[in-house]
């Protein structure tokens, strides 16, 4: 079979199995290295990333506030921050400010709806 100028019998697909091994290879090579600080006021969206990011061997941190967060960026270290921007007792943005003036090194991703 051919398909846009490629031979589909020269070209193995991955199978589900080798997907899976794929995966948890990659999880495994991650595994141990990367904090995420996850700061997320929704549960179903929070608890998709830490699911996600487990799957890839992340450690994650879950904050459902802007004072959670505050408080385990004033006593943890973290590799990243995925940042919600609308949360309850402290936005994001604030939070973010806050993070740029003690740890500027720290990459941020800015979640938003």
């Given at each position: 079979m051919r398909i846009r100028g490629?031979?589909?019998?020269?070209h193995d697909s991955p199978s589900p199995s080798r997907t899976g091994r794929r995966l948890r290879a990659r999880a495994a090579a991650?595994?141990?290295?990367?904090r995420i600080l996850?700061?997320?006021?929704?549960?179903?969206?929070?608890?998709?990333?830490?699911?996600?990011?487990?799957?890839f061997g992340y450690r994650t941190t879950l904050a459902e506030d802007g004072e959670a967060a505050r408080s385990w960026l004033s006593t943890s270290r973290f590799d990243l921050v995925l940042l919600d921007l609308r949360l309850p007792k402290v936005d994001g943005i604030?939070?973010?400010?806050?993070l740029r003036r003690e740890d500027p090194r720290t990459p941020v991703i800015i979640l938003t709806a």
């Open positions: 490629i031979d589909t019998a020269d991650t595994r141990g290295r990367a996850v700061v997320e006021d929704d549960p179903k969206i929070a608890t998709m990333l830490e699911k996600s990011l487990h799957l604030t939070l973010l400010e806050e």
